[in-house]
């Protein structure tokens, strides 16, 4: 099957029982709101209805889903399988705050055959949980776990910031911590600033820790948790042997996905589009109005460039005969630079892969930078 013929399904639930310092994301503490929200959501759902393309992978994320009462849960996964094929579903994913996992709420997953859990951890340490705003402690999320795992959900994923307002010791402690639990995936992401968010404002736009300091903190990290047996297959994602987050490949492998919601972005047939981003622009405007002004045809070109940049995220890099099947060129006619980075040591061919040297990840912005001004 083509990975053009694979589709995946994101449904954004923009509620947080309250703001994180950093958080960009759209997201609102209004749970006043909700019972709206799902009515838009819903109709959404039953306009963009398609059961000819099956989904392989669904994703609840947000905002804090575990947030919702279970009787949302169970209508919207009521309402996913009305309107999409799930029949051949292969992984679930709902994004769980330590503090609203409840017994309840993970009975109401597994009752809906969730198959994996991410966590939003951030850091094991509590003094650093409540200075950026975290609602929950690390105890809180040992507790989600525990209770987790009793259940049976198999995969699961605790998240990780690096860049805190925290010493580096307390990053590697928090890394060290996690490689010792019992989880099969780990996601480590930068601490990116935006403006108008409390953290900003307390450090002026500047980032708590350089970008030298977030170097080391990262290649410290990546030895701590290769030595558990985390395997990096993404630049910012770490798995057990088997255990990728199969929603995400499918993103960078650029492969199409429908999506729900505020903010919701997709990418149907060759079209990409977002939601109304704001939730209340969401929830007044139109179902026919949502997508306005966001739906771009995606040329074959630009499809080609999208399919290189996030390919050559990822450890295995991009497939070379995928590409020349997509494309109807090989990579190397397509993108002649390719042959100088390579001896330059920037880009390696290995069998049916090219790929950015594990060492040189920290510059593939402008390996890819040199390769699409091969195509502009
Ligand atoms: S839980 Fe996530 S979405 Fe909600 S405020 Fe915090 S960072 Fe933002």
Redesign the pocket.
């Known amino acids: 099957m083509n990975k053009t013929d694979e589709y995946s399904l994101y449904v954004h639930i923009p509620f ?1 029982k ?3 310092g ?2 960009a ?1 759209s ?1 609102c503490t209004d749970f006043s709101l909700v019972k709206s929200y799902f009515e838009k959501l819903f109709g959404e759902a039953d306009r963009y209805s398609d059961k000819t393309r099956p989904i392989r992978t669904l994703y609840v994320g ?3 889903p575990s947030s919702l009462s279970t009787r949302y849960i169970d209508a919207l996964f009521c309402k996913l399988r009305d309107c999409f094929d799930m029949s051949r579903t292969c992984e679930i994913n709902f994004e769980c ?1 330590p503090e609203s996992t409840s017994d309840e709420l993970l009975d109401c997953l597994a009752d809906n055959g969730v198959t994996r859990l991410s966590f ?1 951890l951030q850091s094991v340490n509590d003094a650093t949980l409540k200075a950026i ?2 609602l929950h402690t690390y105890g809180e999320f040992l507790s989600a776990l525990e209770r987790a795992l009793l259940r049976g959900f198999a995969d699961v994923n605790a998240d990780l910031i690096i860049g805190l307002p925290e010493e580096q010791s307390q990053f590697i402690r928090s890394v060290k911590t996690v490689a010792k639990l019992p989880l099969t995936h780990v996601s480590m992401y930068a601490l990116e600033l935006h403006p108008e968010t409390p953290l900003w404002k307390r450090f002026n736009g500047k980032s708590p820790a350089s970008d030298d300091e977030m170097a080391d903190m990262y290649d410290e990290a990546l030895l701590i948790l290769r030595e558990k047996g985390f395997i990096r297959y993404e630049i910012s994602n770490f798995a057990q042997a088997g255990r990728e987050c199969k929603h995400n490949l499918n993103y960078w492998r650029e492969g199409r996905y429908f999506a729900l919601g505020a903010s919701a972005s997709g990418f149907v047939e060759n079209v990409r589009f977002t939601n109304a981003r704001d939730i209340r622009d969401y929830l007044s405007l139109p179902l026919e109005r949502l997508r306005d002004g966001s739906c771009e045809e995606v040329t074959l070109a630009e499809q080609a460039k999208e399919f290189v940049m996030l390919g050559l995220r990822l450890v295995s890099g991009v497939s070379l005969s995928e590409f020349a099947e997509r494309f109807g060129r090989t990579f190397c006619d397509y993108f002649p630079s390719a042959k100088r980075l390579n001896k330059l040591g920037l880009l390696l061919f290995d069998g049916d892969n090219v790929r950015v040297p594990d060492d040189k990840f920290y510059v593939s912005n402008s390996i890819v930078a040199e390769l699409w001004s091969d195509v502009d």
């Open positions: 947080c309250a703001r994180c950093y958080c994301f997201s947000g905002g804090t705050n939003g705003g975290r």
